[in-house]
């Protein structure tokens, strides 16, 4: 699923993009009138009812999210279990690859990241394979990725691509600790993606008309990925708080 985005949000993307990566003396790569690659709301749930998902990037490229389990003995005597989503490359037709950001131990697990965040400013490195973590005991859910910061950044890079494309995957672990990839998105133009945007004027919060918490936040990131319409609200919403 391809959305159009028009010239003016365009150039509202590339100004979000370079202030993302102005703060690391990143050059943002200007934007042009490619369209934005949004998979629609999918919902695709790992393990079931599928083992495997391929998540399709550019010139036969794509990101691959399999599903294994495990368990093991700790201390305060009871069972703990873990499981994972490992993600890996697909490499394409000209030999691109599938990075994503990662943490953790040797950089093995892949980093959930809150609304608007954009690759360069969030933490984490770039790696080829990582794991969405996370474990469950009499504690709960553990994970990475949470209610709030629940995106995975990536990159498609190498090969014949003219230059790196950037994109995002939404990730909700449940409290059964399912695994669910929501939708996903890239830039085909090489511009720095905010986590959440997807090229309608929107983000998937706001279309989807999920009940959570405002994303004009107090970055005002998500507000600048929306325009000057988006400001205007964002600073309502704070002036709101304020007078709480």
Same mark, same amino acid.
């Given at each position: 699923?391809?959305?159009?985005?028009?010239?003016?949000?365009?150039?509202?993307?590339?100004?979000?993009?370079?202030?993302?990566?102005?703060?690391?003396?990143?050059?943002?790569?200007?934007?042009?009138?490619?369209?934005?690659?949004?998979?629609?709301?999918?919902?695709?749930?790992?393990?079931?009812?599928?083992?495997?998902?391929?998540?399709?990037?550019?010139?036969?490229?794509?990101?691959?999210?399999?599903?294994?389990?495990?368990?093991?003995?700790?201390?305060?005597?009871?069972?703990?279990?873990?499981?994972?989503?490992?993600?890996?490359?697909?490499?394409?037709?000209?030999?691109?690859?599938?990075?994503?950001? =990662?943490?953790? #131990?040797?950089? &093995?697990?892949?980093?959930?990241?809150? $609304?608007? /965040?954009?690759?360069?400013? +969030? %933490? !984490?490195?770039?790696?080829?394979?990582?794991?969405?973590?996370?474990?469950?005991?009499?504690?709960?859910?553990?994970?990475?990725?949470?209610?709030?910061?629940?995106?995975?950044?990536?990159?498609?890079?190498?090969?014949?691509?003219?230059?790196?494309?950037?994109?995002?995957?939404?990730?909700?672990?449940?409290?059964?600790?399912?695994?669910?990839?929501?939708?996903?998105?890239?830039?085909?133009?090489?511009?720095?993606?905010?986590?959440?945007?997807?090229?309608?004027?929107?983000?998937?919060?706001?279309? =989807?008309?999920? #009940?959570?918490? &405002?994303?004009?936040?107090?970055?005002? $990131?998500? /507000?600048?990925?929306?325009? +000057? %319409? !988006?400001?205007?609200?964002?600073?309502?919403?704070?002036?709101?708080?304020?007078?709480?």
């Amino acid at each position: 699923m391809h959305q159009k985005l028009k010239r003016v949000n365009r150039k509202r993307l590339a100004s979000l993009s370079a202030l993302g990566a102005g703060a690391l003396g990143v050059a943002a790569i200007p934007a042009d009138a490619n369209d934005i690659v949004f998979s629609g709301v999918i919902n695709v749930q790992i393990p079931s009812p599928v083992y495997k998902y391929t998540m399709l990037g550019p010139d036969g490229a794509g990101g691959i999210f399999k599903y294994s389990y495990g368990e093991c003995q700790v201390t305060c005597f009871h069972m703990s279990a873990w499981a994972a989503v490992a993600l890996s490359s697909k490499p394409g037709k000209f030999g691109t690859e599938f990075r994503f950001l =990662a943490t953790g #131990p040797r950089n &093995s697990f892949a980093q959930g990241e809150p $609304l608007a /965040a954009i690759w360069g400013t +969030a %933490a !984490g490195k770039s790696t080829k394979s990582a794991d969405i973590w996370y474990a469950y005991s009499f504690h709960g859910i553990e994970t990475t990725f949470s209610s709030t910061d629940r995106y995975l950044l990536f990159r498609f890079q190498g090969g014949a691509l003219k230059h790196d494309m950037y994109g995002w995957a939404r990730i909700q672990v449940t409290t059964k600790g399912e695994v669910d990839l929501v939708d996903w998105a890239y830039d085909p133009s090489g511009v720095r993606l905010p986590a959440g945007y997807h090229g309608t004027g929107q983000t998937d919060r706001e279309e =989807a008309g999920t #009940p959570e918490p &405002s994303p004009y936040d107090a970055t005002g $990131l998500p /507000a600048l990925a929306l325009g +000057a %319409a !988006g400001v205007r609200k964002w600073r309502a919403a704070r002036a709101a708080g304020a007078g709480q």
